[in-house]
């Protein structure tokens, strides 16, 4: 009877610990925090850094800009960066890393292991992304886009234990952008027009670690997209001769367009605190 009754009470004792384990974890991660983060961001370099033409003004931007003879009046190609010359001989100068800051807050509910939350970002990347396209004049054609502020809201979903907590996230986020355009050709009038906002999303991966009370240090991937593609648009006009490649089709001009998303990437060093 005796032994029975150790027993029963370390058994309790037992449970009564495993719960409090239990509890432990089970409250690591759940509650209000704030974060900032700093790292490095870039581009990834794709073919689909083009430009495109819509040159009978009907909205279709998968048109070609031919010469009087028939040929494609810009055959010499394109590249990704801003051009240095009117010819691809040349050369671009190549978007360059850029430094990435971020402030946050969030929330977080933790149930056994199973974290989700929801968090609010607002950052300063300062991307800048160009692409140029060279006519056989020869002439070049710069984008310009610059990010200049992205907010974004976001949830997030992972696996946490008393320390650590790894995560994906992903939501929607809004940018303000600002473009430009510069030519060697100065023969044709350019009229710009566009928007600054652009709506995207982003999605990445994390892990954080408790460090010292409320304090968590951590890494984290983040991938954002932005739909920025018909958000700027130059259109050529005259007071060009009759017979140049831009008023041809039209005599109201051609539109050009870059074709590509404004896609970036970073990757941050993370710092947070949890009330």
């Given amino acids: 009877m005796k032994g029975q009754t150790v027993a029963v009470v370390c058994t309790a004792t037992a449970l ?10 089970a409250q690591a991660w759940s ?19 083009i430009v495109r033409f819509d040159k009978t003004l009907d909205g279709d931007f998968s048109d070609t800009i031919t010469t009087v003879a028939g040929v494609n009046a810009f055959s010499p190609g394109f590249c990704a ?19 990435d800051f971020s402030v946050r807050g969030g929330y977080d509910w933790q149930t056994g292991r199973f974290v989700v939350g929801a968090v609010g970002e ?3 990347m300062n991307q800048i992304g160009s692409v140029s396209a060279f006519s056989t004049t020869p002439a070049s054609y710069t984008f310009t886009r610059e990010l200049k502020w ?7 979903a992972g696996y946490g234990t ?28 350019f009229v710009p027009s566009g928007k600054a906002g652009v709506w995207g999303f982003q999605a990445g991966a994390g892990v954080e670690v408790r460090v010292s009370g409320r304090w968590s240090l951590g890494t984290e991937y983040l991938m954002t997209r932005l739909d920025d593609r018909d958000a700027f648009t130059v259109r050529v006009q005259g007071p060009a001769p009759a017979t140049n490649a831009f008023i041809l089709a039209n005599p109201a001009g051609s539109d050009l367009r870059r074709a590509d998303q404004f896609d970036f990437y970073a990757v941050r060093v993370t710092a947070g605190y949890r009330f």
């Fill in 122 to 124: 607002i950052a300063s």
């Fill in 31 to 49: 509650g209000a925090y704030v974060a900032g983060t700093f790292g490095s961001g870039m581009q990834p370099e794709r073919d689909n850094r």
């Fill in 81 to 99: 960066g801003a051009a240095v010359s009117a010819t691809p001989a040349g050369g671009c100068r190549q978007d360059d890393r850029a430094p």
């Fill in 162 to 189: 008393d320390r650590y907590l790894a995560y994906g996230t992903g939501g929607l986020t809004g940018a303000n952008v600002d473009h430009s355009f510069s030519t060697s050709n100065v023969v044709n009038t």
């Fill in 16 to 25: 009564m610990w495993c719960v409090g384990a239990e509890t432990s974890y």
């Fill in 150 to 156: 992205l907010g974004g809201v976001r949830g997030r």
